[in-house]
C-alpha cells in the first residue's frame, strides 16, 4: 500500500503539545529525519467521542505513512488513549505489518517505579485522557501497589493554545485543579502532566504545590524510551532515513502554527498546510 523505501519518524498531535515531545526527541535523536504534524483545525481531542478520535488519529497516521515514515510517534495522549491500540491491531496489519505506530501512555508510566516513595499518583490531563482510564489501567499493570488519583483539567489546553499559559488569569484553572487532586489525595508525591500542552505550565504549576512533589512531563521519558526501543529493533533503525532533517505540516494556518511553534520550539519553522481526508 506505501512506498518500501526508508523514511523519517513522525510525529503526530492534535495540536502544538507534541512539539514538547517533538522536541526532546529531535534533542536526543539530532541525526534522524522527522515530519511533525499538527491537526489544529480539529482541535482539542481531548472532549471529542473514542470513535471520533480514532477516525482523526487514523487518517492522519494514513498521511504520515504516505509522506513516508515509518515510525510514528502519537505524541498526544489523548490519541493514545483513545485511538492506539485500534490502529495497531487492525489498521497496521492491513496497512503495514512492519510499519509501527507507538504512543506516549506506557513510555511515562514506566518510569514511575523510580520516582513516587509514597506509591500514590496524580494524573493531570484532558477530559479524554481522563475518562479513558488509560493511565490507571497501565499504571495497575504495572505498578498494582500504587494508588492513582487523576483530574481532567479541560481549560488547560485551551489557555496553552491561545498563549494565555503564563497570565494572571490562567493562575486560578491551574491552582483550582492542582487543590482538588492534592485534597482527594494528600499522599500523592508524584504528579504527571499527561498532555504534552502542559509543560508550558511548568512553572505555574510548581508554584502551587509543596515543593517534595514531583512533577513529570513526557518528553524526556518519551525519548529516552524511543532511543532505547530502536536499539532493541535494528531492524525498524535500518528503516529511517538520517539526513537531520525536520518538516512540519498542519491542517490549520501555516502562519499561526508557525508563530505557536517559536513558543514551543525556541526556532522559527517552515510549515506546510495540508488537508487530511479519510
Known amino acids: 500500500m506505501f512506498a518500501q523505501v526508508p523514511g523519517p519518524i513522525g510525529i503526530f498531535d492534535s495540536g502544538y503539545g507534541g512539539l514538547t515531545i517533538f522536541d526532546k526527541i529531535r534533542k536526543r535523536m539530532p541525526a534522524y529525519d522527522y515530519i511533525y504534524l499538527g491537526d489544529n483545525a480539529r482541535t482539542p481531542y481531548g472532549p471529542r467521542s473514542f470513535d471520533v478520535v480514532y477516525q482523526f488519529t487514523r487518517q492522519a497516521v494514513e498521511r504520515l505513512f504516505e509522506e513516508g515514515c515509518q515510525l510514528i510517534?502519537?505524541?498526544?495522549?489523548?490519541?493514545?488513549?483513545?485511538?492506539?491500540?485500534?490502529?495497531?491491531?487492525?489498521?497496521?496489519?492491513?496497512?503495514?505489518?512492519?510499519?509501527?505506530?507507538?504512543?506516549?501512555?506506557?513510555?511515562?508510566?514506566?518510569?514511575?517505579?523510580?520516582?513516587?516513595?509514597?506509591?500514590?499518583?496524580?494524573?493531570?490531563?484532558?477530559?479524554?485522557?481522563?475518562?479513558?482510564?488509560?493511565?490507571?489501567?497501565?499504571?495497575?499493570?504495572?505498578?498494582?501497589?500504587?494508588?492513582v488519583t487523576s483530574e481532567a483539567c479541560p481549560m488547560w489546553v485551551p489557555l496553552v493554545e491561545n498563549n494565555e499559559y503564563d497570565s494572571p488569569g490562567a493562575d486560578y484553572f491551574i491552582r483550582k485543579h492542582l487543590d482538588h487532586i492534592l485534597a482527594a489525595d494528600p499522599q500523592i508525591d508524584t504528579l504527571v502532566l499527561g498532555c504534552t500542552h502542559y509543560p508550558l505550565l511548568w512553572d505555574k504549576i510548581k508554584q502551587f504545590i509543596p515543593q517534595h512533589i514531583h512533577v513529570l512531563a513526557q518528553g524526556e521519558y518519551v525519548a529516552a524510551s524511543l532511543e532505547n526501543y530502536l536499539m532493541r529493533h535494528p531492524e525498524m533503525?535500518?528503516?529511517?532515513?538520517?539526513?537531520?532533517?525536520?518538516?512540519?505540516?498542519?491542517?490549520?494556518?501555516?502562519?499561526?502554527?508557525?508563530?505557536?511553534?517559536?513558543?514551543?520550539?525556541?526556532?522559527?519553522?517552515?510549515?506546510?498546510?495540508?488537508?487530511?481526508?479519510?
Not at 509501527?100 to 513510555?107: A, E, F, Q, Y
Not at 537531520?244 to 505557536?260: C, L, Y
Not at 519553522?269 to 479519510?278: F, K, N
Open 237 to 278: 533503525e535500518a528503516r529511517l532515513t538520517k539526513g537531520s532533517q525536520s518538516r512540519f505540516m498542519t491542517t490549520e494556518s501555516e502562519e499561526k502554527f508557525a508563530e505557536a511553534a517559536s513558543l514551543f520550539l525556541q526556532d522559527p519553522v517552515e510549515v506546510s498546510q495540508i488537508t487530511i481526508e479519510g
Open 73 to 147: 510517534i502519537l505524541a498526544c495522549n489523548t490519541a493514545s488513549a483513545k485511538a492506539l491500540r485500534t490502529i495497531q491491531q487492525q489498521d497496521l496489519p492491513r496497512w503495514d505489518a512492519d510499519r509501527r505506530v507507538l504512543g506516549v501512555i506506557r513510555p511515562t508510566v514506566e518510569v514511575l517505579g523510580e520516582l513516587s516513595r509514597t506509591r500514590h499518583i496524580g494524573i493531570l490531563g484532558t477530559t479524554g485522557t481522563i475518562s479513558s482510564q488509560s493511565y490507571t489501567l497501565e499504571i495497575e499493570k504495572l505498578f498494582p501497589d500504587m494508588t
